[in-house]
Protein backbone atom coordinates (compact mmCIF):
# COMPACT_ATOMS: atom_id res chain seq x y z
CA UNK A 1 0.00 0.00 0.00
CA UNK A 2 1.16 3.63 -0.89
CA UNK A 3 0.38 6.64 0.85
CA UNK A 4 0.26 9.85 -1.36
CA UNK A 5 0.14 13.28 0.69
CA UNK A 6 -1.27 16.63 -0.79
CA UNK A 7 -0.07 19.10 -1.23
CA UNK A 8 3.50 18.84 -0.73
CA UNK A 9 3.90 22.37 0.64
CA UNK A 10 1.12 24.69 1.85
CA UNK A 11 1.71 28.21 2.39
CA UNK A 12 -0.16 29.51 5.11
CA UNK A 13 -1.09 32.69 7.56
CA UNK A 14 -0.91 32.24 10.99
CA UNK A 15 -4.91 32.29 11.99
CA UNK A 16 -5.30 30.34 8.53
CA UNK A 17 -6.69 26.93 8.70
CA UNK A 18 -5.24 24.02 6.94
CA UNK A 19 -6.98 20.75 5.35
CA UNK A 20 -3.74 18.13 4.68
CA UNK A 21 -4.72 15.05 2.69
CA UNK A 22 -3.38 11.42 2.82
CA UNK A 23 -4.52 9.00 -0.02
CA UNK A 24 -3.76 5.34 0.30
CA UNK A 25 -3.95 2.99 -2.64
CA UNK A 26 -5.47 0.45 -1.50
CA UNK A 27 -8.38 0.29 2.11
CA UNK A 28 -6.86 1.24 5.02
CA UNK A 29 -8.69 0.37 8.72
CA UNK A 30 -8.91 3.49 10.40
CA UNK A 31 -8.09 1.96 13.46
CA UNK A 32 -4.43 1.94 11.90
CA UNK A 33 -3.91 5.59 10.55
CA UNK A 34 -2.14 8.16 11.82
CA UNK A 35 -0.48 11.71 11.47
CA UNK A 36 2.60 13.04 13.17
CA UNK A 37 4.10 16.72 13.24
CA UNK A 38 8.21 17.00 12.69
CA UNK A 39 9.51 20.43 12.76
CA UNK A 40 13.20 20.77 12.03
CA UNK A 41 15.89 18.97 14.16
CA UNK A 42 13.71 17.11 16.54
CA UNK A 43 11.54 13.92 16.14
CA UNK A 44 8.56 13.44 15.47
CA UNK A 45 5.06 13.81 17.17
CA UNK A 46 1.83 12.13 17.37
CA UNK A 47 -0.74 13.70 16.70
CA UNK A 48 -3.47 11.97 15.75
CA UNK A 49 -4.45 8.58 15.78
CA UNK A 50 -7.01 5.42 14.65
CA UNK A 51 -8.06 8.11 12.11
CA UNK A 52 -9.63 10.86 14.61
CA UNK A 53 -8.34 10.28 17.99
CA UNK A 54 -6.08 12.92 19.46
CA UNK A 55 -3.19 11.95 21.01
CA UNK A 56 -2.46 13.08 24.62
CA UNK A 57 -1.58 16.88 24.89
CA UNK A 58 -2.75 17.19 21.62
CA UNK A 59 -4.44 20.92 21.02
CA UNK A 60 -8.36 20.90 19.72
CA UNK A 61 -7.42 22.86 16.78
CA UNK A 62 -5.94 19.44 15.45
CA UNK A 63 -8.43 16.93 14.00
CA UNK A 64 -8.61 14.21 12.18
CA UNK A 65 -11.31 12.58 9.68
CA UNK A 66 -11.19 9.97 6.68
CA UNK A 67 -11.90 6.16 5.98
CA UNK A 68 -11.23 4.06 3.65
CA UNK A 69 -8.69 5.38 0.84
CA UNK A 70 -8.92 9.05 1.89
CA UNK A 71 -8.00 10.64 4.92
CA UNK A 72 -7.24 14.22 6.13
CA UNK A 73 -6.13 16.53 8.55
CA UNK A 74 -7.26 19.79 9.48
CA UNK A 75 -5.36 22.57 11.88
CA UNK A 76 -8.34 24.53 12.63
CA UNK A 77 -5.93 28.08 12.82
CA UNK A 78 -2.84 27.82 12.46
CA UNK A 79 -0.95 29.54 15.19
CA UNK A 80 3.19 29.85 14.80
CA UNK A 81 4.42 26.71 16.73
CA UNK A 82 2.30 24.76 14.27
CA UNK A 83 4.40 25.61 10.85
CA UNK A 84 6.04 22.00 9.65
CA UNK A 85 6.23 18.72 8.38
CA UNK A 86 3.20 16.47 8.59
CA UNK A 87 2.91 12.98 8.00
CA UNK A 88 0.63 10.33 7.40
CA UNK A 89 1.46 6.53 8.61
CA UNK A 90 -0.49 3.19 7.70
CA UNK A 91 -0.04 -0.21 9.60
CA UNK A 92 -1.41 -3.25 8.25
CA UNK A 93 -0.61 -6.85 8.76
CA UNK A 94 1.43 -7.88 5.52
CA UNK A 95 3.50 -4.57 4.39
CA UNK A 96 3.63 -4.06 7.75
CA UNK A 97 4.04 -0.27 8.20
CA UNK A 98 4.00 3.37 5.95
CA UNK A 99 4.85 6.78 5.79
CA UNK A 100 3.56 8.76 3.24
CA UNK A 101 5.92 11.66 1.75
CA UNK A 102 5.17 14.59 4.30
CA UNK A 103 3.32 17.90 3.53
CA UNK A 104 5.20 20.98 4.50
CA UNK A 105 2.85 23.86 6.07
CA UNK A 106 5.52 26.97 5.99
CA UNK A 107 4.36 30.68 6.38
CA UNK A 108 3.19 32.61 3.67
CA UNK B 1 6.86 9.58 31.99
CA UNK B 2 8.11 7.66 28.94
CA UNK B 3 11.90 8.34 27.75
CA UNK B 4 14.00 6.69 24.96
CA UNK B 5 17.57 7.90 24.65
CA UNK B 6 19.74 6.33 21.79
CA UNK B 7 22.97 5.88 21.00
CA UNK B 8 25.62 4.28 19.01
CA UNK B 9 25.82 6.50 15.94
CA UNK B 10 28.82 7.90 14.23
CA UNK B 11 31.01 7.55 11.06
CA UNK B 12 31.39 4.07 9.14
CA UNK B 13 32.83 2.83 6.23
CA UNK B 14 30.68 0.76 3.23
CA UNK B 15 30.62 -2.44 4.30
CA UNK B 16 31.02 -1.37 8.32
CA UNK B 17 28.81 -2.47 11.22
CA UNK B 18 27.33 0.20 14.13
CA UNK B 19 25.05 -1.36 16.91
CA UNK B 20 22.43 1.24 18.09
CA UNK B 21 20.56 1.30 21.57
CA UNK B 22 17.65 2.72 23.30
CA UNK B 23 17.84 3.20 26.80
CA UNK B 24 14.02 3.29 27.53
CA UNK B 25 12.74 4.51 31.25
CA UNK B 26 8.88 4.83 32.29
CA UNK B 27 8.06 1.80 30.66
CA UNK B 28 9.36 -2.17 30.19
CA UNK B 29 10.56 -2.67 27.07
CA UNK B 30 9.54 -6.42 27.12
CA UNK B 31 5.83 -5.71 27.11
CA UNK B 32 5.41 -3.41 23.94
CA UNK B 33 6.34 -3.47 20.39
CA UNK B 34 9.82 -1.49 20.26
CA UNK B 35 10.36 0.19 16.50
CA UNK B 36 13.47 1.94 15.32
CA UNK B 37 12.93 4.43 12.14
CA UNK B 38 15.09 6.28 10.46
CA UNK B 39 15.02 9.26 8.07
CA UNK B 40 17.69 10.25 5.54
CA UNK B 41 18.90 13.79 4.96
CA UNK B 42 16.57 15.93 3.81
CA UNK B 43 13.94 12.80 3.33
CA UNK B 44 11.24 11.51 5.05
CA UNK B 45 10.30 8.49 7.66
CA UNK B 46 11.02 5.10 6.96
CA UNK B 47 10.20 2.17 9.21
CA UNK B 48 12.86 -0.05 9.87
CA UNK B 49 12.34 -2.73 12.14
CA UNK B 50 10.00 -3.74 15.11
CA UNK B 51 10.46 -6.09 18.12
CA UNK B 52 7.20 -7.55 19.56
CA UNK B 53 6.68 -8.04 23.21
CA UNK B 54 7.32 -10.79 24.81
CA UNK B 55 4.01 -12.20 25.11
CA UNK B 56 2.85 -11.39 21.72
CA UNK B 57 4.25 -14.69 20.23
CA UNK B 58 5.75 -12.89 17.26
CA UNK B 59 9.43 -12.05 16.99
CA UNK B 60 10.48 -9.43 15.00
CA UNK B 61 10.07 -7.57 11.42
CA UNK B 62 12.16 -5.93 9.27
CA UNK B 63 11.71 -3.48 6.22
CA UNK B 64 13.08 -5.34 3.00
CA UNK B 65 15.49 -2.11 2.85
CA UNK B 66 17.37 -3.92 5.74
CA UNK B 67 16.44 -7.58 6.01
CA UNK B 68 19.38 -9.56 6.62
CA UNK B 69 21.65 -6.89 7.09
CA UNK B 70 19.90 -5.38 10.56
CA UNK B 71 18.83 -7.41 13.80
CA UNK B 72 16.72 -6.05 16.16
CA UNK B 73 17.11 -7.15 19.56
CA UNK B 74 16.33 -6.27 23.75
CA UNK B 75 17.97 -6.67 26.70
CA UNK B 76 15.06 -6.88 29.80
CA UNK B 77 17.35 -6.18 32.60
CA UNK B 78 18.70 -3.07 31.07
CA UNK B 79 15.26 -2.40 29.44
CA UNK B 80 17.38 -1.76 26.42
CA UNK B 81 16.26 -2.20 22.72
CA UNK B 82 19.22 -2.91 20.35
CA UNK B 83 19.77 -2.35 16.15
CA UNK B 84 23.05 -4.27 15.06
CA UNK B 85 23.36 -3.11 11.85
CA UNK B 86 25.68 -5.10 9.70
CA UNK B 87 26.90 -4.32 5.59
CA UNK B 88 26.50 -0.54 6.09
CA UNK B 89 25.35 0.90 2.52
CA UNK B 90 25.92 4.78 1.94
CA UNK B 91 21.94 4.91 1.58
CA UNK B 92 21.68 3.80 5.66
CA UNK B 93 22.96 7.21 6.05
CA UNK B 94 20.41 8.76 8.29
CA UNK B 95 19.05 9.95 11.74
CA UNK B 96 17.87 6.33 13.50
CA UNK B 97 14.73 6.84 15.95
CA UNK B 98 13.47 4.05 18.61
CA UNK B 99 10.20 4.63 18.78
CA UNK B 100 7.58 2.90 21.24
CA UNK B 101 4.57 0.92 19.96
CA UNK B 102 1.13 2.07 20.81
CA UNK B 103 -0.87 -0.58 21.60
CA UNK B 104 -4.06 0.99 20.17
CA UNK B 105 -3.69 1.35 16.78
CA UNK B 106 0.15 0.47 15.94
CA UNK B 107 1.07 3.85 15.83
CA UNK B 108 4.48 4.95 17.20
CA UNK B 109 4.08 7.58 20.31
CA UNK B 110 6.72 7.82 21.90
CA UNK B 111 10.06 8.57 20.18
CA UNK B 112 13.79 9.24 20.98
CA UNK B 113 15.73 12.00 20.07
CA UNK B 114 17.83 10.35 17.24
CA UNK B 115 20.86 9.04 16.74
CA UNK B 116 23.08 10.17 13.50
CA UNK B 117 23.92 7.29 11.04
CA UNK B 118 27.12 8.34 8.74
CA UNK B 119 27.85 5.67 6.11
CA UNK B 120 31.03 7.15 3.61
CA UNK B 121 34.49 6.33 2.54
Known amino acids: IVLTQSPGTLSLSPGEGATLSCRASQSVSSTYLAWYQQKPGQAPRLLIY???SRAAGIPDRFSGSGSGTDFTLTISRLEPEDFAVYYC??????????FGPGTKVDIK | EAQLVESGGGLVQPGGSLRLSCVVS????????MSWVRQAPGKGLEWVSV??????????DYADSVKGRFTISRDNPRNTVYLQMNSLRVEDTAVYYC????????????WGQGTVVTVSS
Open chain 1, 50 to 52: GAS
Open chain 1, 89 to 98: QRYDGSSLFT
Open chain 2, 26 to 33: GFTVSNNY
Open chain 2, 99 to 110: ANIGSRGMDFDF
Open chain 2, 51 to 60: IYSAQSGRST
